[in-house]
């Protein structure tokens, strides 16, 4: 059995190399407000390199900086962090100097390094720096080094994935180390990484254990910032909430419970008032411009002697804009970064039975096709707890055959939302219930045997898939359960743990992960889109309408290949025979829409049912929507520009778009109507990086030069067949 004891409390500390001396590092040449990019960082991201500076004040001070973002620490009389600067706005984000960190270790907290004694909580001058001091109970700056960032998990790629992904991205870290005053024998790193050609950074502690006793770090504040506030309301009233900062993104990899990351990360981000914000204009100063992120509860974890203990990561990204495309444009590119495994997105088939027979007719038939993956669903009969080896046996026999004609095999496994019994579920603490209903203990011994079936299943089968239907959604659970767990304080992290460390391992492994929550920092692959269940027991017209609202909706915040989407071949939820597809030949031109409202957007779905079709007509047309998809993947896969969202009145519509690909853009138009119709749409242009002329290829008509207007925007004119859908091609046009 894996020790999930060793996966809580230990981590490896990666080397850095040995810091370089502040003189040596190049200087600081502008000022934040005079260092503004005149490159879109979203059109080309090349020149912005993550780099360490020294600072320009006579006192030491380092610098990260990308050209986009910098941030600022003075390294006496302690280490603070003074500066926090969007470069393209050349606005100021901090107007306040705090610790870079609080922790609570053997019950005693302390605050890692900062400095006191900024007289004017609302801005921050330069000046006022040489006056403050350090905190003399606070961890002393004892050291830094840097180096290239390292891979926080393993991600073996094997399945197409965006061309330009990349895996550790590129970038700087940076470690500042920090003793206790007293000479207690621990020390705390706090680590940054600042990326290469994006607005974003990640920070992060480790504590090491340097004594001969285990300790306890009970408490921790990993971030807190002082941030410029969002407005300034002299007064609130209950039905018209203060808002926080909105140029600044904030979320963690210890997130659970929520398909988006607000929901995710409501237990450990944090806005609050700030008591030492004094001149703000709210009348009750309740200003909510203090970001911290700690958790809710614990971790109470202990460090054994010479251990070390690793917190989670926050990513921060800063808006430039408050454009609701711009933010969600830079949103997904951060997703594209710093999980680019969030990029694969194969076609997947959802089989209802899990008859051995059948399952190697269904991975035929999606070779036939071009379908990637088959995923043994929920209600097929397969069980991957069950650990008969003839049963093993059969299943490592149907992948080696779905291996054979290019396909991959999976399976579905429910966690959370069940009752095991026995005292192996989670038990909440008065006044709260299991997120589901109901949820096992990850640290039960139910749930360490769940997890044990889990690592042996994949490698026994060659099963590369795993639909993990209700991961751990961060239910605190009461109950003490040695040696993992003690009781509320520690289940929480412990449980994330358990959860974070098998989604880590199945990447290691390339083991394609479906899961309905915001684990895909952690290795996870794709989470629902968004949309009601029950939707698909409404009529088929009114399916396909409702697809392509969900995914013009859900893509604001996701990149396409991050939602996976539905496709009931059969009867899903009840809806009879006007909600179905089977039999697929007699209904044929629903089946066609529903791919390609999917595919035309760049987006998966789950087709549930027995076969993916059940005459050569239609076997031929799904082939040629596949065939289509297949030829242009990776503009189709690359991010959207939301245009017009289906409402069933006229055309709606969106724009692929990705200035680093051949293919810059592409127009995919929907006719929900029953007649054909043309049209002449304005297509803003601006992120496929054209000016003056675009070349625009509809369908696989000759392509002709369009003008742009001085914002982006082309006029195009479409047909679009009646109840059906058109494209155009945008590249570059040829030099005159």
Not at 212 to 227: G, H, K, N
Request: contains cysteine.
């Amino acid at each position: 059995m894996r020790s999930l004891r060793a996966a809580v409390l230990l981590t490896v500390l990666v080397p850095t190399p040995a810091q370089s001396p502040l003189s040596e590092l190049p200087p600081v040449t502008a000022p934040p407000s005079a260092a503004r990019p005149h490159i879109d960082w979203l059109l080309d991201a090349t020149p912005f390199r993550a780099r360490l500076l020294r600072g320009a004040a006579a006192a030491p001070e380092l610098v990260l900086d990308n050209g986009l973002l910098r941030r600022t620490f003075r390294l006496a009389p302690n280490l603070a962090c003074v500066g926090f600067d969007d470069l393209v706005r050349g606005e100021a984000l901090l107007r306040a100097v705090r610790p870079e960190a609080t922790v609570t270790i053997d019950g005693v907290e302390r605050a890692v390094g900062g400095l006191v004694g900024q007289p004017d909580h609302a801005w921050l001058e330069p000046a006022w720096l040489d006056g403050m001091t350090a905190d003399p109970g606070a961890l002393r700056f004892v050291g830094w080094s840097s180096g290239p960032i390292a891979p926080r998990l393993a991600w073996r790629r094997t399945r197409h994935a965006a061309p330009d992904a990349v895996w550790p991205p590129a970038g700087i870290e940076v470690r500042f180390d920090f003793a206790p005053p007293d000479g207690a024998p621990y020390r705390v790193a706090v680590h940054y990484a600042l990326y290469d050609g994006l607005p974003a950074l990640a920070k992060w502690l480790t504590i090491d254990n340097l004594g001969t006793a285990p300790i306890v770090v009970d408490r921790f504040r990993s971030e807190e910032l002082a941030i410029v506030e969002h407005d300034n309301p002299v007064e609130a009233r209950p039905e018209v909430p203060l808002q926080h900062p909105q140029h600044l993104h904030v979320e963690t990899d210890f997130a659970f419970g929520g398909f988006n990351f607000e929901n995710a990360n409501r237990h450990v981000v944090h806005w609050r008032v700030d008591p030492q914000y004094t001149t703000q204009v709210n009348y009750l100063r309740q200003q909510p411009c203090l970001l911290v992120v700690e958790p809710s509860r614990g971790p109470a974890q202990w460090i054994a002697p010479g251990g070390t203990f690793t917190t989670y990561r926050t990513f921060e990204l800063c808006h430039d804009s408050l454009e609701r495309e711009r933010t969600s444009l830079g949103l997904r590119r951060l997703y594209r970064t710093v999980a680019p495994w969030v990029t694969e997105n194969p076609l997947m088939m959802h089989m209802r039975s899990a008859d051995p027979t059948l399952v190697r007719a269904a991975i035929d038939q999606c070779a036939e096709v071009g379908f990637e993956m088959l995923i043994l669903s929920f209600g097929s009969g397969f069980d991957i707890e069950n650990e008969d080896p003839a049963r093993l046996a059969l299943w490592r026999g149907l992948a080696d055959h779905a291996r054979e004609r290019g396909v991959e095999i999976g399976g579905y496994s429910l966690l959370s939302s069940r009752q095991i019994g026995g005292g192996n579920d989670v038990v909440s603490p008065p006044g709260e219930s299991p997120t589901h209903g109901s949820c096992p203990a990850l640290t039960s011994p139910w749930g360490q045997d769940y997890f044990r079936k889990l690592y042996a299943f994949f490698p026994a089968t060659g099963f590369t898939l795993l639909e993990h239907d209700g991961p751990y959604p961060g239910d605190v659970d009461v109950t003490p359960r040695p040696p993992l767990q003690t009781g509320p304080l520690d289940s929480r992290w412990v449980q994330w743990r358990i959860a974070a460390d098998f989604y880590g391992w199945c990447r290691a492994q390339g083991i394609y992960v479906n899961a309905p929550d915001h684990y895909f920092l952690n290795g996870t692959s794709k989470t629902g889109m968004g949309y009601r269940e029950v939707n698909w027991s409404l009529p088929r017209d009114w399916q396909v309408l409702h697809t392509r609202q969900n995914i013009y909706d859900g893509t604001w915040r996701k990149p396409p290949s991050l939602g996976w989407m539905f496709v009931p071949l059969t009867e899903y939820h009840g809806g009879g025979a006007a909600a179905t597809i089977e039999p697929l030949d007699e209904h044929l031109d629903h089946y066609d829409r529903m791919l390609v409202a999917n595919l035309g957007f760049g987006v998966q779905a789950c087709y549930r049912g027995p076969r993916l079709y059940d005459t050569p007509r239609v076997r031929d047309q799904v082939r040629a929507r596949v065939d289509w998809f297949l030829r242009y993947r990776d503009i189709l896969e690359s991010d959207l520009v939301h245009g017009r969202r289906a409402d069933g009145r006229d055309v709606d519509w969106m724009l692929h778009v990705n200035p680093r690909l051949p293919e810059l853009g592409m127009l995919v138009v929907h006719n929900p109507l029953p007649a054909a119709v043309t049209r002449e749409l304005s297509v803003d242009l601006y992120y496929t990086g054209l000016t003056g002329r675009a070349s625009i290829a509809v369908e696989d008509a000759a392509p002709r030069d369009v003008p742009l207007d001085p914002r982006g925007r082309a006029d195009v004119e479409l047909t679009v067949p009646a109840r059906g859908f058109t494209w155009a091609v945008i590249r570059a046009a040829a030099p005159r």
